[in-house]
């Protein structure tokens, strides 16, 4: 490892160093980093999404250091978690990255340096910040940091109303450069959280975008706003967004029914107390619930209402939590109950829904699109984090380096919860600051998913 960066990892676990020290750090000029090329983007042409092999884009390469505008931050990243846009990136779907990257550097002089011919991914992280620039107020060298996705235009009048409806809004490191897979990454300071103390930095790390996607969806007045009692079905309940969406059913007073596509998956979310869980088989290319046609398979549909109701003393979902996409969409329609919500995020098996329209308008029920999180949504879901209502599902970490090899296995399904990776930190035990939160919230909880054998007491290194 280089000198520079194992300093700097010393220098984050020492409750004696100063924002100055970390001010004056000497920092690499260059770093390592996860990166797609822009060469190589028609890479998969012609091929289906599953036999499409995100290892054969992803490289791990020294690049230079990115320069620090008047309005940016530079976090040195100890973790930081895969999520499913990356594999769309890495993939070069829905369309190559360099496209929104290109849009994002001409609407900003500060953006331009945006415009590489390699893209650094990665959308969550958490770590420590090393410089600000002129015009930052919020945040100092020294400063322990998650990271949030969203980054917008603060002068755009949309976002003083709800910043997700900013024309200029972008994924960072899905549809910006400089993501957090990479030693250094750089991010606008309504990009920042105060890191939960009680967790490492790659439990900390592997929370963020899915736990505020889904505080959007089903907490905030912007989604579904469930209250108690209601029974929400949640499809891909094991897998990232899925298993926030089952904490804060519970937290909420909710019911979650779980859809999952294996006895393995449907174990470890009864687990985290979804008592209710659905075990639906799926093959890649499938469709479940639509013919070859296109057309619903209404038979099908009315099994799975049959099997939700034997689980809910016969009531019908008041929420579907959907981003499956067109594989389910015709069923969360129609098995919602009358005047019920559907609220999506996402189209994982595709973007080109089809449903029968009369389940939706002759019981009046409501579609809710819903994207990420504004920042204050962010910072009410990082303050339940912080207190200990929402644990961590990382199940497995990767040295940044093998990352790859998680990406994988997130495209074809095969891992649970979320998938972390060691970037400057090389140990997975290290960040925790509030051992008393910790064990209040419990060891147990917070290593739920961990497939790496008997769960372990922090302070021992346990890299998959
Ligand atoms: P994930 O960890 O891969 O989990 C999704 C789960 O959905 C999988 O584990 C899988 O579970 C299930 N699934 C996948 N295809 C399915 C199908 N055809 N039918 C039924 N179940 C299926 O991904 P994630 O992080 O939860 O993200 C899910 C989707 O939401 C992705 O498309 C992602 O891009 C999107 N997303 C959007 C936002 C946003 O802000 N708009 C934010 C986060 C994520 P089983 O194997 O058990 O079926």
């Not at 289906?48 to 230079?64: N, Q, T």
């Not at 147990?444 to 346990?462: N, S, T, V, Y």
């Amino acid at each position: 490892m280089k000198a520079a960066l194992k300093h700097l990892a010393e220098l984050s676990e020492s409750k004696s160093a100063s924002s100055e020290d970390f001010a004056h750090l000497p920092l690499p000029d260059t770093m390592s980093a996860m990166t797609v090329h822009r060469d190589e983007t028609d890479l998969f042409r012609g091929l289906a999404f599953h036999e499409k092999d995100p290892r054969r884009s992803l490289h791990y390469e020294e690049v230079p250091l990115p320069e620090v505008g008047p309005n940016e931050v530079l976090v040195a990243v100890m973790a930081s978690a895969l999520n499913f846009n990356n594999v769309w990136s890495s993939l070069f779907e829905p369309s190559p990255g360099f496209n929104y990257i290109g849009e994002y550097s001409r609407y900003s002089p500060v953006n331009a340096k945006h415009n590489l011919d390699y893209h650094i991914l990665g959308t969550d992280g958490a770590g420590v910040v090393v410089r600000t620039g002129t015009a930052v107020t919020r945040w100092k060298p020294g400063d322990r940091v998650m990271i949030f996705g969203p980054t917008c235009d603060v002068s755009s009048p949309e976002v003083f109303d709800d910043e997700i409806r900013d024309p200029h809004l972008m994924a960072y490191g899905f549809e910006t450069n400089f993501g957090s897979f990479a030693d250094f990454t750089l991010v606008r300071e309504h990009q920042l959280l105060p890191k939960p103390e009680h967790l490492t930095w790659v439990e900390a790390a592997s929370m963020t975008l899915v736990a505020t996607t889904t505080y959007r969806m089903l907490v905030s007045r912007n989604g579904a706003q469930m209250s108690q009692g209601d029974n929400v079905l949640i499809w891909g309940a094991s897998g990232g967004l899925g298993t926030f969406a089952i904490q804060f059913v519970l937290n909420g007073g909710g019911i979650p029914v779980g859809v999952v596509s294996s006895e393995e998956k449907a174990a470890m979310v009864r687990k985290m107390g979804c008592e209710r869980v659905i075990v639906l088989p799926r093959d890649h290319g499938e469709d479940r619930f639509l013919d070859e046609n296109g057309h619903t398979k209404n038979r099908q549909i009315l099994r799975l209402k049959a099997q939700i109701r034997k689980l809910t003393g016969g009531e019908d979902p008041d929420i579907v939590f959907e981003h499956t996409g067109r594989s389910t969409f015709a069923a969360s329609v129609a098995v919602a109950r009358p005047g019920g919500k559907i609220v999506t995020c996402g189209s994982t098996s595709g973007y080109d829904h089809v449903f029968d329209n009369r389940y939706l308008w002759q019981t009046v029920k409501h579609i809710i699109g819903s994207h990420a999180a504004n920042y204050y949504e962010a910072v009410q879901t990082a303050r339940l984090i912080g207190k200990g209502f929402l644990y961590p599902t990382l199940s497995r970490v990767f040295p940044l380096a093998e990352g790859a090899e998680a990406f994988s296995m997130l495209h074809k399904g095969t891992h649970m919860g979320k998938l972390g990776f060691l970037n400057i930190a090389p140990e997975e035990s290290m960040g925790i600051r509030d051992h008393e939160l910790r064990e209040k919230v419990g060891e147990e909880k917070i290593r739920l998913f961990r497939r790496d054998g008997e769960p372990r007491p922090a302070g021992q290194c346990a890299v998959a």
